[in-house]
C-alpha cells in the first residue's frame, strides 16, 4: 500500500475473514485508493498476511479516539521522513 493509503486507513478497516478454500484463511482490509482517483478517493480492498491484520486489530485498541470510522494512523509526511532518513544514511553516524 502507498503512503496515502495507509494513511486512509480507519477504525473497523478490517474485513470478516474468508475461508474460499477449507484450511486456507484469507486476511482482508478496506481502505481507499487516493492517488490519481476523483476527489475523496475511491473504496478499495487489499488482502494481507495474518500478521497485518492482527496488527491492525491491536493499533484500533490502541488507538485514543476507537469510534468505529476514526482514522486508524496520523497524517503523516513521507517526504519528510525520507528526507531525514537520507541525511542520516549520509551522514557519519550512518556511514
Request: proline fraction near 5%.
Amino acid at each position: 500500500m502507498r503512503a496515502s493509503e495507509l494513511m486512509e486507513l480507519r477504525i473497523g478497516c478490517r474485513l470478516p475473514l474468508e475461508e474460499p478454500v477449507p484450511g486456507f484463511t484469507r486476511y482482508r482490509i478496506a481502505s481507499k485508493v487516493v492517488e490519481g482517483q476523483p476527489l475523496g478517493g475511491t473504496d478499495d480492498e487489499w488482502v494481507v498476511i495474518e500478521q497485518v491484520h492482527r496488527a491492525i486489530g491491536l493499533a484500533e485498541q490502541l488507538h485514543e479516539d476507537p469510534g468505529h470510522g476514526a482514522l486508524l494512523l496520523s497524517r503523516f509526511s513521507f517526504t519528510v521522513r525520507y528526507r531525514w532518513f537520507r541525511n542520516w544514511v549520509n551522514s557519519q553516524a550512518g556511514q
